[in-house]
C-alpha cells in the first residue's frame, strides 16, 4: 500500500510543489523556485512536503513572527516579505501558516491533516506559543452579492454555510477570531479578504525558551 509521508521541503521537490499550486488557483499567482528556495533558506524546519509514495502531492510553508508585529493589520505581501520569508524572525513566539495546499486528485484522504499536524508537531517541539494564519474563503465568491465577509464567516461559524477552507480549518482545531481585510488582492474567490484563526500550544511554556529544532521534522 502506498504510504503518505510528511518531510521538510528541499530543492527538488520545488518543480512538483509549484506545478501543482499552478493546477490548484486559478487566479492566485504561483509561487516562484527563487522565493521558494528564499523560504527553505530562511527557515528550513517550517517547510513541509506531503508525498504518496515519492509523488509530491501536498505542501505547506510557514515562518515564525513576533505576532505584535502584525496583530493590527498586515496584508500575506507584508507578512511574508513578497513570499521570500525575509520577515521570519525566531526571536517570535508564533509559528505563522502562510499557504497549505493538496492535489485536488486527495482531497479528503487527510493529506491536509497531515501538514497540518507537522505543523503542530514544529509548534511544540519548538515551545511556540500558537500557530496563525489568514485563511482563504474560497466559498464567499457565491454569496457575496447577499452579504459581507463579517456575515459570511459568522455563518459559516454558526453552520449556516460551509467553506472549503475554513471548515477544514476548525476541524483541525483552530479557532476564528476575526477577519484580515483586504490580505490579497489576487484571490478574487475569497474577494481579497481571509479569516484570522488561530491554534494554541497545549504544552507551551513561557519560562522556557524557544527551540527550533535542527534539520527535518
Ligand atoms: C484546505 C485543504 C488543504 C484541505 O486538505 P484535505 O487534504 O482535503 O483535508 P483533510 O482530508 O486532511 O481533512 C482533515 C479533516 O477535515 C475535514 N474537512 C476537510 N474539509 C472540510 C470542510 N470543508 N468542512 C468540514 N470539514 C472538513 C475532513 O473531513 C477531515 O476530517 P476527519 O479528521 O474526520 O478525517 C484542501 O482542500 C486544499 O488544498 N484546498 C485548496 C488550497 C487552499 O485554498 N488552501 C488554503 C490556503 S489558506
Redesign the pocket.
Known amino acids: 500500500m502506498t504510504k503518505l509521508t510528511v518531510r521538510n521541503t528541499i530543492p527538488a521537490d520545488i518543480p512538483a510543489l509549484i506545478d501543482l499550486q499552478r493546477r ?2 486559478p487566479t492566485i499567482k504561483a509561487w516562484t523556485p527563487q522565493q521558494m528556495l528564499d523560504q527553505i533558506d530562511a527557515f528550513p524546519t517550517g517547510q513541509f512536503v506531503a508525498l504518496y509514495g515519492d509523488r509530491v502531492v ?1 505542501g505547506a510553508s510557514s515562518l515564525v513572527v513576533l505576532w505584535d508585529d502584525w496583530a493590527d493589520e498586515h496584508t500575506w505581501e507584508q507578512v511574508t516579505a513578497f513570499g521570500t520569508f525575509e520577515s521570519h524572525n525566531p526571536e517570535g513566539r508564533t509559528l505563522y ?1 502562510a ?6 486528485r ?11 499536524e507537522a505543523r503542530r508537531t514544529l509548534c511544540r517541539r519548538a515551545n511556540l506559543r500558537r500557530i496563525i ?4 474563503l ?1 466559498g464567499y465568491q457565491a454569496h457575496a452579492a447577499r452579504m459581507d465577509i463579517e456575515e459570511y464567516v459568522r455563518r459559516v461559524l454558526w453552520g449556516d454555510l ?11 482545531g483552530f479557532r476564528c477570531c476575526g477577519v484580515t481585510r483586504d490580505y490579497l488582492a489576487e484571490d478574487s474567490a475569497s474577494g481579497g479578504h ?1 479569516s484570522l484563526i488561530v491554534w494554541l500550544n497545549p504544552h507551551f511554556d513561557s519560562t522556557r525558551p524557544t527551540r527550533i529544532p535542527p534539520g527535518a521534522i
Open positions: 490548484i488557483y501536498g501558516g499557504e497549505v495546499f493538496v492535489d485536488p486527495l482531497r479528503g484522504q487527510r493529506v491536509g491533516h497531515a501538514l497540518y494564519a489568514c485563511g482563504r474560497p460551509q467553506d472549503p477552507v475554513l471548515g477544514f480549518q476548525l476541524k483541525e481571509a
